[in-house]
Nanobody, 118 residues
Framework: QVQLVESGGGLVQAGGSLSISCAVS????????MGWYRQAPGKQRELVAV???????MYSDSVKGRFTISRDNAKNTVYLQMNSLKPEDTAVYFC????????????WGQGTQVTVSS
């Protein structure tokens, strides 16, 4: 069975940093694209960052320059380093994986709460 388990969420003051991770099991990690989404209360889920299998990364305009996505294929883990956090970054952050050759093979984590105080 495929499992995505996020961890590292918590409470941080504005301007601070936080790193969250997603441990993936049940798939061949290296042949999947990885991404992070987030969803604030009453808002639509939005794409935050993507680390494609080929090594390219993409970020939403709202986090570009502050967040960094990375992956460790040996550990089957994807990370999101969040710096210069703002209250508007407060959301549940979800890990997402998608097979590069078959986009119907995709999975979501349960999410981890990130709260940024003002």
């Amino acid at each position: 069975q495929v499992q995505l388990v996020e961890s590292g969420g918590g409470l941080v003051q504005a301007g601070g940093s936080l790193s969250i991770s997603c441990a993936v099991s049940g798939i061949i990690f290296s042949i999947y694209d990885m991404g992070w989404y987030r969803q604030a209360p009453g808002k639509q889920r939005e794409l935050v960052a993507v680390f494609a299998n080929g090594g390219s990364t993409m970020y939403s305009d709202s986090v570009k320059g502050r967040f960094t996505i990375s992956r460790d294929n040996a550990k089957n883990t994807v990370y999101l380093q969040m710096n210069s956090l703002k209250p508007e970054d407060t959301a549940v952050y979800f890990c997402y994986v998608r097979k590069i050759t078959d986009w119907s093979r995709n999975y979501w984590g349960q999410g981890t709460q990130v709260t940024v105080s003002s």
